[in-house]
């Protein structure tokens, strides 16, 4: 059978401001597109389909169509709740998504009450899936626990319940099955694609890719936004993120993963690339050197080699329309003031250019602003 595996959509994300379902919409098309080019019998979506737990209605549209279509010629599709995502909302979708042959689940359930899927692919093949979404360490490990012992103790708490429920939800395994399981979180060497949310994604959050028993022939993974193989008892895959997310990911290549895998054999594994969202991309230099840049279509993150002035930033906004993140490069930052025994004879406007030629901020537009607020206070 083949499945697309992808992950870590983040619907509704606002980049410094802008706005990116235009970008989202392409992207989920672009999968819909692939899924129906290959042919796939399933499609997995491991976590984080939303940014945030209230996404709007509009992102909520999206995610929904999106979804809908990847159903389309009768694939089974498999959803989970990452991180980002609310998960009571996805229960909410569950029963009037299920009635349209989707799977969701936003919350743990045991084996038999949906934890583990078992169905018959369009291929043929017959198929156990196992299905974690993620789960916070509030959750896994109980609270009276945490007042004791240390946080290694707690992390390992954290890795061993995790690993106690793969290996509850992976019991009905068969050599004669394709054994496949889907989870969202943190395991250890994987690399950080630059956009997750680092608080869950430390290692009080990790487990182990031990996890997985052996048996198993494909883990599909979410929550690191760049495509990666990880080792261990069988391929294990996070699939990345369709986009970047923000500019910690221009290195990366967005996109999914293609997955061919029968029984008792382990997965063939064939990455997607995407290239339908816009590229984000850092550029530096002098207001000069800037306009020399073409921008194309790309979302800019512009680091300007000169001394901070007022309208410096719309300066080079007007040069490159794609700049949503201006910043100072850090030679030209200002820096804390030193405390100086003061001068009564100093007046307060020389005191003011004093700091601002101390600090690295000069510019005679602010002096200037500073002699009239001043006169217009002290009358």
Partial sequence: MKILHTADWHVGKVLKGRPRLDEHREVLRELVGAARTHDVDAVIVAGDLFDTSAPTPEAQSLVLNALMALRGDGRDVVVLAGNHDNPQLLEVYRPVLGKLGLHVLGTFRRPDAGGTLAFTARSGEPVRLAVLPFLSHRYVVRAAEVLTGTAADHNRDYASRVGELIGALTAGFHADTVNLVTTHGTLPGGAFGGGEREAQSIFSYYFEPTAFPPVTQYAALGHLHRRQQIPGPCPIWYSGSPLAVDFGEEGNTPGALLVEVTPGRPAVVEEL?????????????????????????????????????????????????????????????????????????????ELFREYLNATGRHDEQVATLFDRLYDEVTG
């Fill in 273 to 349: 690339a995407f290239a339908s969202a816009r590229r984000l991309r850092t550029v530096r230099g002098t207001l000069e050197e800037l306009e020399a840049i073409e921008p194309g279509d790309d979302w800019l993150k512009v680091i300007v080699e000169e001394k901070p002035r007022v309208g410096l930033a719309d300066d080079v906004r007007g040069v490159l329309s794609g700049a949503v993140d201006v910043v100072l490069d850090e030679r030209f930052r200002p820096v804390p003031a030193t405390r100086k025994a003061g001068s009564p004879d100093r007046s307060p406007r």
